[in-house]
């Protein structure tokens, strides 16, 4: 393929296209404000000012192995040392592994119950890789993975959702379980096209899109979850795609991809493993020739950066898939955690801010992520022309079966008029603006998505609403944090054919969000939670 053209079509991918979202502005909406700098004084009524300060709080899951690979999870806080940037660090909270491991007696079965049962338990997701993995070693990544599970006790320890993705579609195929026997049925009744793309360089940007894109929508729906979730990606991941034959700018734009990734994996507490499925023998005619002399991934570097940066690894070479999926998983459940306040106050955002985690004892390895880089607040939104970034995540999450809880909502339907939703958003999930000469008026914003399917889950009809709400009450401080919960009155126009509506709310402030789904064929007044 012509590298020009290539290039061209890379690009096109990582600006986040996304077909075009309907977004209304009602009375009451209006682009948010841009967001104040941190430490920039706030003029007050009576002439004073108040400076409110950020502080970051850092915080590392990180596992330690001795010289035969064997986890350790004896250690305590005073055996670890911390620097960033050279500097070093003051641990100030430290969880010993394996604290925070699901109830013995809970069983958990979906997100909800993993979010009131097991709130802060560490999680396995795994991802089939579909899309840039050639048919015969995605089903012997699929006899690994049956393999592995066929091997564990039917209550699994830790929580698991299983994914499938391809380039049409992204399934889940389980919510979060511990029943063995649901993962393995799951496994077994779902049936994967030939990857035909994979094939053909005309597709390199559709596949470089949805990795990335992948990888993002799973750190926004799980983000809600406080716990450790350990990601484990079967498959090759990007492309075949050679840096060093492409535009400098092409390879800036992937590199700003890959930071973003990191950044975001990093706020979800996701660790990822990335897993390959060809095993020892590497046929240059199938996967690219780079792919006999350089790394796994079709001679590009980046997807296995991406493991290595968030603390997991890249493990290939091997035929024993099952195995390397048990090492991941095994990493999962013997995390330690602890969080420091970095002692530089350096706002470098193009700076990649490095840490490095060391034990007193000798002969001890620690796998951590490599470090992180600051980052800006959430993009202003504007209602009338959203960004490609804001319009593809929301549209991921439409589109999605998987239950996003970054934003805690709850619907309820009116018996007497069964078109009307009352749609309740937790305290915890919002952020208020402070009052000011020019806003006096603390208001939220909020992103709201109402969609329509029919019963083979294609999309019927969209409503696209940008909502600012304002806390009028009498007794709202103007300043300091504000605990206050929303209720959105939401009237459905329904199509004939609607068997299922889902709601999408996205907080501006936090970039959050938060779905829940009714089934239009049932009249239950309480009709579900995103958490």
């Known amino acids: 393929m012509n590298c020009?053209?290539?290039?061209?079509?890379?690009?096109?991918?990582?600006?986040?296209?996304?077909?075009?979202?309907?977004?209304?502005?009602?009375?009451?909406?209006s682009p948010s404000p841009e967001s104040q700098s941190d430490g920039q004084p706030t003029p007050n009524g009576d002439g004073t000012y108040t400076i409110t300060r950020n502080a970051r709080l850092v915080i590392l899951d990180m596992v330690v192995t001795d010289k035969k690979g064997n986890v350790v999870t004896d250690l305590k806080k005073d055996d670890f040392h911390v620097t960033e940037m050279n500097e070093p660090q003051t641990v100030l909270n430290f969880t010993p592994a394996g604290t925070h491991a699901a109830p013995p007696t809970a069983s958990v079965n979906s997100t909800a119950e993993?979010?009131?049962?097991?709130?802060?338990?560490p999680?396995?997701?795994?991802?089939?890789?579909?899309?840039?993995?050639?048919?015969?070693?995605?089903?012997?990544?699929?006899?690994?993975?049956?393999?592995f599970l066929n091997r564990q006790p039917g209550k699994l320890d830790t929580p698991t959702m299983l994914i499938a993705v391809s380039l049409q579609k992204f399934t889940v195929l389980h919510d979060y379980t511990q029943n063995k026997k649901d993962l393995v049925s799951a496994l077994d009744h779902h049936f994967a096209a030939f990857p035909w793309q994979a094939h053909q360089g005309g597709w390199l940007a559709e596949r470089y899109g949805t990795a990335f894109n992948t990888l993002r929508r799973v750190a926004l729906a799980v983000i809600g979850h406080p716990g450790h979730k350990n990601m484990i990606w079967i498959g090759r991941g990007f492309p075949n795609l050679n840096m060093a034959n492409y535009p400098i700018d092409t390879e800036n734009r992937v590199n700003n991809a890959?930071?973003?990734?990191?950044?975001?994996?990093?706020?979800?507490?996701?660790?990822?493993y990335t897993i390959d499925p060809a095993g020892l023998q590497i046929d240059p005619s199938k996967y690219g020739a780079d792919a006999a002399f350089t790394d796994p991934f079709g001679g590009n570097y980046q997807f296995a950066k991406l493991a290595t940066a968030t603390g997991g690894g890249a493990l290939y070479g091997r035929n024993d898939v099952d195995a390397q999926i048990g090492t991941a998983i095994r990493d999962g459940a013997s995390f330690y955690t602890l969080t420091y306040r970095p002692s530089s106050d350096s706002e470098d955002?193009?700076?990649f801010r490095r840490i490095k985690v060391t034990v007193s004892r000798p002969g001890l390895t620690v796998t951590t992520r490599e470090g992180y880089y600051l980052q800006y607040g959430p993009d202003r939104v504007d209602p009338v022309k959203p960004s490609r970034r804001l319009v593809a995540d929301l549209l991921s999450a439409e589109s999605s079966t998987m239950v996003y809880d970054g934003l805690p909502v709850s619907i309820n339907r009116s018996p007497a008029t069964p078109d009307t939703f009352t749609i309740h958003v937790d305290a915890q999930g919002l952020a208020w603006s402070e009052a000011t000469e020019k806003e006096p008026r603390r208001h939220t914003d909020l992103i709201l998505m109402a969609t329509q399917f029919d019963k083979k889950g294609n999309e019927i009809k969209r409503d696209a609403k940008s909502l600012r709400i304002n806390a009028d009450s009498p007794n709202t401080p103007p300043l300091g944090r504000l605990e206050r919960a929303v209720d959105i009155n939401y009237l459905m126009n329904p199509e004939a054919k609607a068997t299922r509506i889902r709601f999408v709310l996205r907080a501006t402030a936090s970039g959050r969000i938060g779905t829940v789904d009714v089934d239009l064929t049932?009249?239950?007044?309480?009709?579900?939670?995103?958490?």
């Open 123 to 147: 999680v396995n997701i795994i991802l089939l890789d579909e899309f840039n993995t050639r048919f015969e070693d995605m089903a012997f990544a699929r006899y690994s993975l049956k393999k």
């Open 349 to 351: 955002k193009q700076k």
């Open 4 to 29: 020009r053209f290539a290039a061209m079509l890379v690009l096109a991918a990582l600006s986040c296209v996304a077909r075009p979202l309907v977004a209304q502005k009602n009375a009451a909406s």
């Open 114 to 121: 993993l979010d009131a049962i097991a709130p802060q338990a």
């Open 522 to 531: 049932k009249h239950s007044t309480a009709l579900g939670t995103s958490h």
């Open 258 to 272: 890959v930071q973003d990734c990191v950044n975001t994996l990093r706020d979800a507490r996701i660790t990822l």
